[in-house]
């Protein structure tokens, strides 16, 4: 599958702080790229240069070929932004949201009557065509951000945490949204703190920390390359905290995981063998690792070198 | 050459756009938009003109007497030219980028900032020339009732002589719209640039400025030029040297401050 979008050697830096540092990115068509990070990661920062909100300090942006920073008339055309925030028109009702953002882009839409028609049908939107969007409920305005990032037929879609704030059911919905956008071919960007929205609905996954990429692939993958195929959860109890930290930080390089009573330290088989063995007297499970888990060790390490430069 | 590159803009489909979206929403809400600059000048033409007026009676004005309210109705007009459009960019403008996020739902699109810019410049500019419509329709009309006495023929072409000098008082009203840290800083613009601003330019009452460096601010001041060219035009014999004046200050405002507003809304939206 030949790359929609590649980005190369990405950085930004907002005064002293580099925010994002000499990231690549690849995204297929048709397929879902999953960016993922704990706060501070770089990951909004990305997507701002990716849609052409930012100018990288240094990198290049390529869509099918094409350089951004040289076609950025034609290519912003391409281009479907939704936004983690509600930056809907409230001066005009829905139907007319998608009617003025269509009036946004060249060339002009052969049939704006009948694209407009066709997305109020296609998010389920047609009874509430003539309402501002602030009657909405927060699931059907999220509907609306995105009908009305795709009123141009983009190629590639950007959605920066696109199920942020909603109820379970309005997550399925964006969730289903997202999937049919993919069958038809669109190549889809998204950030989210949702881990099980990232595994469910990407194809690929990049974790930022601190703008760089520290792991790419499937969400097993990169569960299996930076946290070890097992997680054991132990109880926390005052009496062996010490020695447990002391084990954990000896054996794995970093420091384990504490989740209200419960340490949670990621093991590979040979260790969790050797843990078994140390830590005989305590009662502990074992369970697979997830994204969760991941974004424990990535903010823990921020964490800890945050503490080692004061 | 930098007027290329602002030309190019301005006549851009996207600073079109961008006028299109502002003037479609004042349309939906022409009833309410209409009303208050209909009866502001009423309530002004009342207030200073024949309450006022009537204390100040008959004024000097180049060499020739004239009523008070016939040589303020002109300075209404060109308080209006200037004081919607500083407002249209100062507080909607504001509102805009702020609060609705307008701009930023825009700016994922394939319109950039500085067609925002131009095209909310544009849009106050012309907010200006409707609403000094408006005044010069209520003028007409005190003008048949023979509450004032001026050259009615003249009244169709101000709005459209206002035009130029709008752009460049929202220019100037933008640059604030930058820089102020919340809605409620809005007061110094408005209370120590806007307001002052207006009445000491020959708008209601003539400002008689010996000072050699005060009586070149006044020259380099475009609402100035602009109350006196109305005054030329309605109570005077026709164009005089101010239309000159006009067309020069007004440009080289729109120069500065066009420029000033562009560099400071990039730095305030995109925050680079």
Redesign the interface.
């Known amino acids: 599958m030949s790359d929609i979008l590649v980005a190369r050697g990405l950085v930004k830096s907002y005064g002293d702080k580099r925010v994002v540092d000499g990231l690549d990115l690849n995204l297929g068509a048709g397929s879902v790229l999953g960016l993922l990070g704990p706060n501070g990661a770089g990951k909004t920062t990305t997507l701002r240069m990716l849609y052409g909100f930012a100018e990288p300090d240094a990198g290049e942006i390529r869509y099918d070929g094409k350089l951004l920073s040289e076609h950025r008339d034609e290519l912003k055309g391409w281009i479907g932004v939704c936004t983690q925030h509600d930056t809907l028109d409230h001066d005009f009702s829905v139907e007319q949201n998608l009617r003025v953002y269509a009036s946004y882009f060249r060339p002009k839409l052969p049939d704006v009557n009948r694209r407009v028609a066709e997305l109020l049908d296609t998010f389920g939107l047609r009874e509430f065509a003539k309402q501002p969007p602030r009657e909405l409920s927060g699931g059907f305005q999220r509907r609306l951000m995105i009908a009305r990032s795709i009123v141009q037929q983009p190629r590639v879609l950007f959605m920066d945490e696109p199920t942020t704030g909603l109820d379970p059911a309005a997550r399925v919905d964006v969730w289903r949204l997202v999937a049919s956008l993919r069958a038809q071919g669109m190549a889809i960007v998204l950030t989210t703190h949702y881990m099980d929205e990232a595994e469910r609905l990407s194809d690929a996954i990049t974790v930022l920390s601190r703008g760089k990429a520290v792991a790419r692939g499937t969400p097993r993958e990169i569960l299996g390359e930076v946290l070890g195929e097992h997680v054991a959860v132990v109880e926390a109890t005052d009496a062996d905290a010490d020695a447990l930290q002391a084990w954990v930080r000896a054996h794995t390089g970093n420091p384990p995981a504490r989740v209200l009573d419960e340490w949670q330290i990621p093991l590979s088989g040979s260790q969790l063998a050797a843990f078994s063995q140390a830590f005989a007297h305590c009662r502990f499970t074992v369970r697979q690792p997830t994204l969760d888990d991941l974004f424990l060790r990535l903010a823990i390490d921020v964490q800890h070198d945050t503490e080692e430069s004061r | 050459m930098i007027w290329h590159p602002y030309l190019r803009d301005l006549a851009d ?2 600073t079109r ?1 961008v006028f ?2 502002n003037a ?2 004042y349309l ?1 809400n022409w009833r309410t938009a209409f009303l208050p600059p209909a009866l502001e000048p009423i309530v002004s033409l009342l207030a200073f003109g024949i309450g006022l007026g009537a204390y100040v009676g008959a004024m000097k004005w180049q060499g020739r007497s004239v009523d008070y309210i016939s040589y303020m109705a002109p300075g209404l007009i060109a308080q209006t030219v200037f004081a919607t459009p500083f407002f249209e960019s100062l507080y909607s403008s504001y509102v805009r980028m702020f609060y ?3 701009w ?8 950039e900032l500085r067609h925002i810019v131009w095209g909310e410049i544009t849009w106050a500019s012309a907010r200006g020339v409707m609403n000094a419509g408006i005044v010069c329709v209520v003028l007409a009309v005190a003008n048949a009732l023979g509450v004032l006495h001026i050259h009615t023929q003249w009244l169709v072409a101000l709005p459209l002589i206002g035009f130029l000098a709008g752009w460049c008082f929202a220019a100037f009203g933008l640059c604030f719209t930058a820089i102020v840290p919340s809605i409620d800083h809005m007061n110094y613009p408005m209370f120590l640039v806007g307001i002052p601003l207006g009445l000491v330019s020959n708008t209601y009452f003539p400002v008689d400025i010996h000072n050699v460096w005060l009586s070149a601010a006044m020259h380099a001041n475009p609402i100035y030029h602009l109350a006196e060219l109305y005054r030329a035009l309605l109570i005077g014999d026709g164009p005089d040297v101010h239309l000159l004046w006009l067309a020069g200050t007004s440009a080289g405002w729109l120069l500065i401050f066009g420029t000033a507003a562009q560099v400071l809304v990039h730095r305030r939206v ?3």
């Open positions: 489909w996207r756009a299109e979206r479609q929403v939906r609705q996020k307008t930023d739902g825009i700016l994922a699109t394939q319109v995109l925050g680079d």
